[in-house]
């Protein structure tokens, strides 16, 4: 069964350990989320499951998404997310309307939270990408914090100096959905639905996060989690 949970970023604060220092966590609103469907190979060709998560108004909703609710015995949900299964076995094992909470993570030690980071607007490259600017020397023109020249990273097929995919230029800054991996659980609060991990998550309070066990670690926390 695949342990995976959507909640929301409450904020960050201190974690104390039992000689004195404290670590800087994220506490974590997680669930309870709702079963909303499951998908099989034989009905759509994929293993999968649907969770659902905050009650909304039905105002605030559309009729497709409350009837698609109503079918799995649950009210209108906010948000919908299907997690991937790798077989019809581990499907099996829900039923639709079951309810998921924090205490899913009883025995993970580590997770992925997936979130929308920040959005910081337009950013140029001393700000976005760590660039140091031009010289401040003597000579040098007011724009000091350019890029300096592209010419360089062009293409030449016979079109023209294009500049190839992935060259660091000003642009939008942040608000792209990007992911934290093997985070440590600290502490679960399976009666309030918190869950508590150590370092950042992407995202503003009260941002929305989706929350899995980890799916890749190295051999030392690989060893931790082989324990739990």
Not at 92 to 121: P, R, Y
Not at 146 to 171: F, N, V
Not at 175 to 193: G, Q
Request: with cysteine; glycine share 10%.
């Amino acid at each position: 069964m695949k342990n995976a949970i959507i909640g929301r970023k409450i904020g960050m604060t201190r974690w104390f350990l039992d000689d004195g220092r404290n670590i800087p966590v994220t506490v974590i609103s997680a669930g309870p989320c709702a079963v909303t469907q499951i998908k099989t190979m034989a009905t759509d060709g994929y293993c999968a499951v649907q969770i659902a998560y905050e009650d909304v108004k039905p105002r605030r909703s559309s009729m497709p998404v409350i009837g698609h609710d109503a079918k799995a015995g649950v009210t209108s949900k906010r948000m919908h997310r299907e997690i991937r299964l790798e077989s019809d076995a581990e499907a099996e094992a829900f039923t639709l309307g079951q309810t998921i909470d924090a205490s899913t993570f009883e025995k993970v030690k580590f997770v992925d939270v997936t979130g929308t980071s920040k959005g910081k607007g337009f950013a140029g490259v001393m700000k976005a990408y760590r660039f140091k600017g031009l010289c401040a020397s003597h000579g040098v023109e007011r724009k000091h914090r350019s890029p300096g020249s592209i010419g360089s990273h062009g293409t030449d097929r016979g079109h023209g100096a294009k500049i190839k995919k992935g060259k660091k230029m000003p642009g939008r800054l942040g608000n792209e959905r990007c992911t934290m991996r093997s985070l440590d659980v600290i502490s679960i609060d399976a009666e309030k639905n918190l869950l508590i991990v150590k370092g950042n998550v992407p995202g503003a309070n009260s941002g929305y996060l989706i929350v899995r066990a980890a799916v890749r670690l190295y051999k030392p926390k690989a060893r931790l989690q082989a324990k739990a």
